[in-house]
């Protein structure tokens, strides 16, 4: 049994028979005997007597009358409701077991009930919970106010919050209806990144700073409350920013200190490491040589030198706010630009803009001691400068002689080769940028010079081939982890179809007389199926190494090709049934169910869907709009005999 979780039935909502107790624990009034009903997943050696009697038998519970099994996506779905007859403590305690997986396991004389964490899922005794911003969002739009940011107008960032607020209504009710059509780990995922929207977007339109910190404790109890199983960097890093901003004490946050472990400390980068020396530990220093830098759109942040370490590292205050100056006009604002042009690229319906200002920056910037009236820190779209301090601030001051006290113990310990080391370094930093720039910019055409005996074509930083009415489309590029530099491999497959479909849909069908390369990367084109993910690593940064991986990759594509040649149609279906989630994954199904006239099963798809919109607008109308009045009108065009049939 795995992917276990509660659900409501409807009966539970009768509340002259039921009596809710919490979440999902309900007591019927009649026998006064308390019910949970689950929905979990039976593994391949399973069926729907073990492990579950054993559970029971644990428990000390019955099995009331409901009870069903059933196929989802080639899965087998087993739904029951619990009873305990007398009192609640045994379904109480059977709820743990919610978000573990659960088996038997044979120890040679004994069959014992193993209960375990399950990767899958996110573990948590709190159901999503609902939140409602309606009213913050009515007096946003009532009040008279500039946004800080004006890329967008207020009427923009309004209409996102409004979006945000009903997606994470429509989560809590279909969490409370059972009706969650992936994991509940996914979920949370999304309720998260949701709620950070939320901040940014109360922030760039001047909320007033309760309401924003209030919001903040409630991403602080969700992260706190559930079992994180994969805690990242960045949420720790949006943890640490926000908690300092918001004056939050540290004690309050004490509870990410027990999952700071989850992160290796190869990952641990020197801004990071500054915000925990700072928080939990109150000292400004750091021994890291890297950070992550920002890089591209789609692609993780990249193992740096200089910048921000080159802040950190600064003797004098006045030398961290010139190089902190330094990066914000350099690296953060290329970085910023490579985002706007994507925004223009795809369109706001599907890349949506919440202000160019950073929490992480800001609280980098207050932690230095940078004050107001350093108005080139203070002036950056990339700061916000209410968080700064003022001009006389004892903070800032305290900031300030620590400082001074480092630099001057640093400048006894170290002598002349304080003036020396940093010379020698910076050389060796830009030799090294030069040369993996001078391999990036070659990438390309060394994928030209050895891609023909392939077959293949390439557009953009794509490679793409068509094999048997499927697309498949390749992306290299340049990556690093522990230090050593990578060639990162990721290949895509997707039906010929499934853009055809689409491009119907959106009135875009003159798209299907363009060359066919336009599937590869264009703005209203399906993502394919994720199926190969890989990293190859670079022995060296000369080039005739970088050209044997290139070689390698190409290699790849290919070999991948062969195998599955002639059985393209059922390879590719077993591989998107592999993937809970992925990118663009609803516009993808859609299309698939559409292909194949499943015209119901369709309409139940968007109706299940937490999304907002299946990834593309037209218009006043988004996918999901098209999609339904697609199958509507297909609907309504079939020969009554197939109705007649579909109904017995």
């Not at 003797?315 to 970085?335: A, G, M, P, S």
């Not at 049934?577 to 499943?598: C, G, P, V, W």
């Not at 607008?617 to 049939?645: H, I, T």
């Amino acid at each position: 049994m795995k992917n276990i979780r509660a659900i409501i039935l409807d009966k539970y909502k009768d509340e002259d028979q039921f009596e809710k107790l919490t979440n999902y624990i309900y007591k019927e009034r009649k026998t006064s005997s308390y019910r949970i009903a689950l929905r979990f997943e039976l593994e391949p050696n399973e069926n729907n007597q073990f492990p579950l009697e054993d559970l029971l038998d644990k428990y000390l519970l019955n099995l009331t009358e409901h009870s069903r099994e059933f196929s989802h996506e080639g899965k087998r779905i087993l739904e029951v409701e619990l009873e305990s007859p007398h009192d609640s403590g045994g379904i109480s305690n059977v709820s743990e077991v919610i978000g573990k997986r659960v088996y038997n396991q044979d120890n040679g004389e004994t069959v014992g009930l193993i209960i375990e964490n399950d990767a899958h899922y996110v573990h948590s005794l709190t159901p999503i919970p609902k939140w409602d911003i309606s009213a913050e969002i009515e007096k946003l739009r009532n009040d008279k106010f500039t946004p800080r940011d004006n890329f967008k107008s207020k009427a923009y960032y309004i209409n996102e919050l409004v979006r945000d607020n009903d997606f994470l209504s429509k989560i809590a009710e279909n969490y409370e209806t059972g009706k969650l059509s992936k994991d509940v780990g996914y979920y949370y995922a999304q309720v998260r990144r949701r709620l950070i929207d939320i901040i940014h977007l109360f922030q760039v339109l001047n909320a007033d700073k309760a309401i924003i910190k209030n919001y903040v404790y409630e991403y602080f109890s969700l992260l706190k409350k559930e079992d994180v199983l994969h805690w990242s960097y960045s949420q720790e890093v949006i943890v640490l920013a926000l908690a300092y901003l918001y004056d939050i004490d540290a004690e309050e946050i004490t509870w990410v200190k027990s999952k700071m472990p989850q992160i290796k400390d190869k990952y641990v980068d020197a801004v990071l490491d500054v915000m925990r020396n700072v928080t939990f530990e109150d000292f400004l220093d750091t021994d890291k040589e890297f950070y992550f830098r920002e890089s591209g759109i789609f692609s993780e942040p990249r193992k740096a030198q200089g910048g921000l370490v080159d802040v950190f590292k600064a003797f004098d205050l006045d030398t961290r706010i010139e190089k902190f100056n330094h990066y914000l006009t350099t690296v953060k604002e290329k970085h910023y630009k490579t985002l706007i042009k994507h925004h223009y690229e795809v369109g706001e319906e599907r890349n949506a803009y919440y202000g160019s200002e950073s929490f992480k920056l800001t609280a980098l910037a207050r932690m230095l001691g940078i004050r107001k009236i350093e108005t080139k820190i203070a002036n950056s779209r990339f700061i916000i400068e209410d968080f700064l301090w003022g001009e006389n601030g004892e903070n800032a001051k305290n900031i300030r002689n620590r400082l001074k006290k480092r630099e001057q113990s640093t400048a006894k310990e170290e002598g002349s080769k304080v003036e020396a080391s940093p010379k020698t370094a910076t050389v060796t930093a830009k030799e090294h940028k030069a040369k993996i720039k001078e391999l990036d910019k070659a990438l390309m055409k060394i994928v030209r010079q050895h891609m023909k005996p392939y077959g293949f074509k390439t557009k953009s930083n794509c490679i793409w081939v068509v094999q048997n009415n499927f697309f498949f489309y390749m992306v290299l590029f340049m990556g690093r982890s522990d230090d050593e530099h990578q060639l990162n491999v990721k290949i895509y497959a997707k039906p010929m179809y499934v853009d055809d479909l689409l491009w119907e849909l959106l009135n875009m069908s003159s798209n299907k007389n363009e060359p066919l390369s336009l599937r590869a990367n264009g703005a209203f084109t399906v993502f394919g199926v994720p199926v190969v993910d890989d990293d190859l690593k670079l022995e060296s940064l000369e080039m005739e190494d970088f050209e044997l991986l290139i070689k390698d990759a190409l290699k790849k594509l290919d070999s991948l090709l062969r195998k599955i040649k002639g059985n393209e149609e059922t390879w590719f279906y077993a591989e998107e049934k592999k993937h809970n989630s992925y990118f663009q994954d609803d516009a993808l199904r859609l299309m698939i169910l559409l292909h194949f006239e499943k015209y119901e099963e369709t309409m139940d798809y968007i109706n299940n869907s937490d999304n907002d919109n299946g990834g593309f607008q037209d218009g006043n109308d988004s996918l999901y709009d098209r999609v339904m009045a697609y199958c509507k009108a297909k609907a309504k065009k079939k020969p009554f005999w197939e109705k007649l049939f579909e109904n017995k």
